[in-house]
Every structure is written in C-alpha cells, then in structure tokens.
C-alpha cells in the first residue's frame, strides 16, 4: 500500500512520487486536486507510491541512493564516548544521588564530577551550574526565575525579535504577572545593535535576555558588548539587572566563557552537542537573584527540585567536554563545508535569498529562500532523496504561521514559508554537500513549475 503523509501549503494538491526506475531519479508529479472536506484549512498531500520495509509480493523498498543528516541545529546523535560514560548509571550504578549509602553516593559522585567538567568548560565555579531538562526549561528559568526575584525593583524585561519561543513565550507569560516586555528589532541579517539595547534600559529593567546564536539563521550575536552596556548602565542605576544568553546553538562552536561574556545566566541543552536528550544547563553566576520554579526536593542547591537524571547529567558533561575540545577543529571543517553548499546554491538555483550574516553567523548553518515555493514540498522532495534538513526550527515547525526569525528581519510572508535550513555536522562530508547540490536544484525548478505549489505571488 501506499504511504501517505500530509503537510501545509497554501493549496489542496496532490502529487505522486513514481520511481518507475527507483532511487534518485523518481520524481514528483502532479495529480488531482482532493481537498479533504474534514480539514479547516488547504493541506498538500504527497502520496507517496513506494512501499513500506517490504511490499505484500516481499519486494524490498526503494531506498534513497544516499542518506544525508544536514539538521543538526534539531538535534545530534549521542557521541559514542558520551552514551558509554552513561550505560552503567542505567544499570549497575542505578543509586538515587540524594541518597546517603553507597550505591546512592556514587551517582552523587557522578554528578559532582559531571558538574566540575562542565563549570571548566564555561570557566565558573561548579555550584553556579545547575541541570535542568533541557535548553526550554534553562531559559524558562532564567527568564522567568531571575523577573520574579527582582519583582519588587522593576518590572521590565528586554530581549531580541529574533530569540527562541522559549524566550520570547516567557517574556510573554510574564506580562501575566505585571512584567512589560520591550522587544529590540534586528537589522536585516539579524543582528542585535547593542546601543539599542542599552537604549532601551529604563528605571524598571530588571533582566536581558539576547541568544548568543540564532537557531535558525544562525547569526551570532555581541553578547559581550551587550553585557558590558547593560551592566554599565546598571551600575549608573546602582540597580541589578541580569543579563541572560541562550547559547544552545553555539555549544561546540563557539567560546562558552561566561566570565569573557560577562553574562550572569547562561543556557545549553545537552543535545545539541552530542549529548542525550532531556538534560540541559544553566549556569547561573553567584549571588544573582532566582525565584525556583520547580519545588520540592531541595536538588541543585534548591534551584532546580527533582530526582537528578543522573545517566542524563553525566553523558551531557561527557559530550560537553569533547564538543568544546574539538571546536576549532569541527568549526573548520563544517564552515568550509557550509561555504560550499552556499556557493554552490547560488550558482545553480537562480533567485535565492541567503538568509542571516555573510560572515557572523555559526560555521555549520545555510538557510536560504526560495521565492515562489514554499519550503515543505522541498522539504519532502529532499527526504525522499534521503537528504534530512529542516524549513526552521525543530520547536515550531508544526506552526502556519511563517518564521518570527525571518519576518524579523525582512523577509516577506510569502518568502519565509519559502525557506531551507542545513545544519552541518562533523560526520557530514564534500561528497555529502555535492549529493545536495546534485538534488535540490532540479527539485527546486520542478516545483516552481507547479503553479498550485507555488507560494502567494
């Protein structure tokens, strides 16, 4: 039987994937139009006719002639030394750190260590890293932990039009509870301008919270001088104001050294770096203002309550240690990789729109639009060519709305919903790069001559 899968478009169509020959050459072809009458708005189905592991006649499916992971801005695999260092907290080694007896202390002793290795990497004290469950729950905290705490000097938080929702949906959730949040606009490569953040300080700021990466254009912002202004102008105050830095894209290519950046609170999530999911990381300077979220065990200094995810701490430490030792090396070989399939998109695909800084931006990040095609098609055209990339955010891509990101800093609606991102990683390879560049373009030019897939023009 058939698969089939369905996804947004502006248009109700529907297309069939028929490898008459199989592998790369099958191609995509327009077929009826069906709008399913259950649906509120337009859908793109794609019917795929290929069959599932093995067909009822026990023929073999058709695979991609070649697989290629370019989202790593999703996710990471768990790096082999990482998910060793784990298996025997799974198994033998199965203790409740908040224990006193043996096997409790040593996971306790595990979680000591893994706390020591990561305070060395982001240069800190071990009892300013705490462990969450991941980069959502680090920024949520810090957001919302560092406000509450300094409720009763001000209530006005400060961030960037182009932060995760896991910001910008907590300054939100804030303004519940009495906060006012200023939104600093970016330039149209998605550039924070520090003198406009330090502008927007007033009497009443009490917390700045601006990514040191962006997720999905991959711009890197000046953190540092940002920290500086702030922390400048609060001392003209004689006020406490926090300076927040989500850095869950720059783990493994970029520095980590809170005390260089200046920041008093900083988030990670342990897999976008080849560590497991569910475990993050905030550090959180001593002495800074936090009202805990999660009550009720006293864990991690009373910040942060809950049985410590000890298997999960101890791999994030493990995948920390190798990303950051490894980052000059990995930032080499992923930006000369992303130079390539930049250029090379570039050259073969006429009207496309490079989106985020030429030159600040992660080594490992492409993302570009495609006028007059929306993003999806392309998408599920790369996938069944085995190649696995992403239209934006990993968080958000169940959205209709087209990427905060991109209108942010510019980028029409229509265009938006026309946009790829590559997320290079250290196992991808040039063969790898001219695999894409062998694929997308021809795609691309099919789809642009499909009117009723085409973007609102």
């Given at each position: 039987?058939?698969?089939?899968?369905?996804?947004?478009?502006?248009?109700?169509?529907?297309?069939?994937?028929?490898?008459?020959?199989?592998?790369?050459?099958?191609?995509?072809?327009?077929?009826?139009?069906?709008?399913?009458?259950?649906?509120?708005?337009?859908?793109?189905?794609?019917?795929?006719?290929?069959?599932?592991?093995?067909?009822?006649?026990?023929?073999?499916?058709?695979?991609?002639?070649?697989?290629?992971?370019?989202?790593?801005?999703?996710?990471?695999?768990?790096?082999?030394?990482?998910?060793?260092?784990?298996?025997?907290?799974?198994?033998?080694?199965?203790?409740?750190?908040?224990?006193?007896?043996?096997?409790?202390?040593?996971?306790?002793?595990?979680?000591?260590?893994?706390?020591?290795?990561?305070?060395?990497?982001?240069?800190?004290?071990?009892?300013?890293?705490?462990?969450?469950?991941?980069?959502?729950?680090?920024?949520?905290?810090?957001?919302?932990?560092?406000?509450?705490?300094?409720?009763?000097?001000?209530?006005?938080?400060?961030?960037?039009?182009?932060?995760?929702?896991?910001?910008?949906?907590?300054?939100?959730?804030?303004?519940?509870?009495?906060?006012?949040?200023?939104?600093?606009?970016?330039?149209?490569?998605?550039?924070?301008?520090?003198?406009?953040?330090?502008?927007?300080?007033?009497?009443?700021?009490?917390?700045?919270?601006?990514?040191?990466?962006?997720?999905?254009?991959?711009?890197?912002?000046?953190?540092?001088?940002?920290?500086a202004l702030v922390k400048a102008e609060a001392k003209r105050q004689g006020r406490t104001?926090?300076?927040?830095?989500?850095?869950?894209?720059?783990?493994?290519?970029?520095?980590?050294?809170?005390?260089?950046?200046?920041?008093?609170?900083?988030?990670?999530?342990?897999?976008?770096?080849?560590?497991?999911?569910?475990?993050?990381?905030?550090?959180?300077?001593?002495?800074?203002?936090?009202?805990?979220?999660?009550?009720?065990?006293?864990?991690?200094?009373?910040?942060?309550?809950?049985?410590?995810?000890?298997?999960?701490?101890?791999?994030?430490?493990?995948?920390?240690?190798?990303?950051?030792?490894?980052?000059?090396?990995?930032?080499?070989?992923?930006?000369?990789?992303?130079?390539?399939?930049?250029?090379?998109?570039?050259?073969?695909?006429?009207?496309?729109?490079?989106?985020?800084?030429?030159?600040?931006?992660?080594?490992?990040?492409?993302?570009?639009?495609?006028?007059?095609?929306?993003?999806?098609?392309?998408?599920?055209?790369?996938?069944?060519?085995?190649?696995?990339?992403?239209?934006?955010?990993?968080?958000?891509?169940?959205?209709?709305?087209?990427?905060?990101?991109?209108?942010?800093?510019?980028?029409?609606?229509?265009?938006?919903?026309?946009?790829?991102?590559?997320?290079?990683?250290?196992?991808?390879?040039?063969?790898?790069?001219?695999?894409?560049?062998?694929?997308?373009?021809?795609?691309?030019?099919?789809?642009?001559?499909?009117?009723?897939?085409?973007?609102?023009?």
């Open positions: 039987m058939p698969r089939q899968c369905a996804i947004r478009s502006s248009t109700a169509r529907i297309l069939e994937w028929s490898p008459e020959t199989g592998g790369p050459n099958a191609s995509l072809r327009p077929l009826t139009i069906v709008p399913p009458p259950f649906l509120t708005f337009p859908m793109l189905y794609l019917r795929v006719s290929a069959t599932s592991r093995e067909d009822q006649k026990g023929m073999p499916m058709t695979q991609p002639a070649r697989m290629v992971y370019t989202d790593h801005a999703a996710t990471t695999p768990v790096c082999p030394e990482a998910l060793q260092a784990m298996l025997p907290y799974f198994s033998t080694l199965y203790g409740n750190a908040s224990s006193i007896y043996t096997l409790a202390q040593e996971s306790r002793k595990a979680v000591d260590t893994a706390r020591e290795k990561v305070a060395r990497v982001l240069n800190c004290r071990p009892s300013e890293v705490i462990f969450t469950s991941g980069g959502t729950e680090s920024d949520n905290a810090a957001v919302k932990g560092g406000a509450l705490a300094l409720k009763q000097t001000g209530n006005h938080i400060i961030t960037s039009a182009v932060e995760h929702h896991a910001v910008l949906h907590a300054c939100q959730q804030m303004e519940q509870f009495g906060f006012a949040t200023t939104v600093v606009s970016v330039d149209k490569s998605g550039l924070v301008d520090p003198d406009a953040v330090a502008r927007a300080v007033t009497g009443q700021t009490v917390l700045v919270s601006v990514m040191l990466a962006n997720n999905e254009i991959g711009t890197i912002q000046p953190v540092e001088e940002i920290a104001i926090i300076v927040h830095t989500d850095a869950v894209q720059a783990a493994g290519y970029l520095s980590l050294d809170v005390r260089k950046l200046g920041v008093d609170m900083l988030s990670l999530s342990a897999h976008k770096f080849g560590g497991p999911k569910g475990v993050g990381i905030l550090y959180m300077r001593r002495g800074v203002p936090f009202f805990p979220l999660i009550v009720g065990g006293g864990q991690e200094r009373e910040r942060r309550s809950g049985t410590e995810n000890v298997p999960g701490i101890v791999g994030a430490a493990e995948a920390l240690v190798l990303a950051d030792k490894d980052r000059d090396a990995a930032s080499r070989h992923v930006a000369k990789l992303r130079d390539q399939l930049i250029a090379g998109i570039q050259a073969r695909i006429p009207n496309v729109l490079l989106n985020g800084h030429p030159e600040k931006r992660l080594p490992n990040n492409v993302n570009v639009s495609f006028p007059g095609i929306e993003g999806e098609p392309v998408l599920l055209g790369l996938d069944l060519k085995g190649v696995f990339a992403s239209s934006g955010s990993a968080c958000s891509t169940a959205s209709l709305e087209p990427s905060h990101v991109l209108t942010a800093i510019g980028r029409p609606a229509d265009v938006a919903r026309g946009s790829l991102r590559f997320t290079l990683g250290h196992e991808n390879s040039e063969e790898d790069v001219q695999y894409i560049l062998q694929v997308l373009p021809d795609l691309v030019q099919k789809l642009r001559g499909m009117p009723s897939l085409a973007a609102h023009r």
